[in-house]
């Protein structure tokens, strides 16, 4: 087993990281450690790469990983962090914005689930467990529901800065 104590970088904040990446790559030594978003939060966490490599994380308590986060680089093997793609509702606002009645409705529905979200050119998302949370948020939501469009789709969900929450 491999053991790991710390994150070297991130291959989308650092252009060095990235070029290193794409090389390795381009020698089939990349490997990838695949992690739902929420263990992302764990400190310790034992998994296997793409290729094999097994892995045991023990990093400083309060450590939060992230999509693209290096975790071995040198000359044989390059590991990063892949998060999972996961069920994210998207809505989007229509009408409610000369509506604050119906922003607050919104927010305040959203809110009492506790869920992360992103906000992002009048699109609200939000991961979901399972495909009929999408009928909740619907009868929630009826009394707006005219000024929205929701949708279901699989995406790497990251949660805006600041907006991290504990999930039910």
Partial sequence: MLTI???IGNIFDDKKLMTKFKQMESKKRCERLKIARLELERSRIRKKTDLGTDIGLILDSGTRL????????????????EQLPEKVISIRIKK????PTGLVTLGHIIGNRHKPIVISDDVLYFPIQAYSEVEIFKKLLVGVMNNLEIEVGEQ?????HGMYMHEH
């Fill in 96 to 99: 409610l914005k000369k509506n």
């Fill in 5 to 7: 104590i710390s994150v």
């Fill in 66 to 81: 992230h999509h693209g986060d290096v975790i071995v680089s040198n000359l044989k093997k390059f590991i990063i962090i």
């Fill in 156 to 160: 790497i969900f990251q949660p805006q």
